[in-house]
């Protein structure tokens, strides 16, 4: 069972940066997919970054040149670097490994606003 503890959201303002982390505890991380999910008030969860255990990386098209995902094997852990925030990125940001199963954490809520 793998559990996923998010970090690092908070209130910044446009075009500022936030960098969130996600730490995995259990399983065997190296052959987690990891990915960055967000979920904004009335819209349907989507898909912002995501790095496979190979590490090949994937961005949606509304973060690319913004946001850099990475992961650290040793750590465990998964970042997701924000920077030039906009309004429209205000959202829960979550968790989510993928190996067999699925594992989401819990959110982080980011809120960008002057």
């Known amino acids: 069972q793998v559990r996923l503890e998010e970090s690092g959201g908070g209130l910044v303002q446009p075009g500022g940066s936030l960098r969130l982390s996600c730490t995995s505890v259990?399983?065997?991380?190296?052959?987690?997919?990891m990915a960055w999910y967000r979920q904004a008030p009335d819209k349907e969860r989507e898909l912002v970054a995501a790095?496979?255990?190979?590490?090949?990386?994937n961005y949606a098209d509304f973060v690319k040149g913004r946001f850099t995902i990475s992961r650290n094997n040793a750590k465990n852990t998964v970042d997701l670097q924000m920077n030039s925030l906009k309004p429209e990125d205000t959202a829960v940001y979550y968790c989510n490994a993928h190996f067999l199963s699925e594992s989401w954490g819990q959110g982080t809520q980011v809120t960008v606003s002057s």
């Open positions: 790095i496979t255990s190979g590490f090949i990386i």
């Open positions: 259990g399983g065997f991380f190296s052959r987690n997919d």
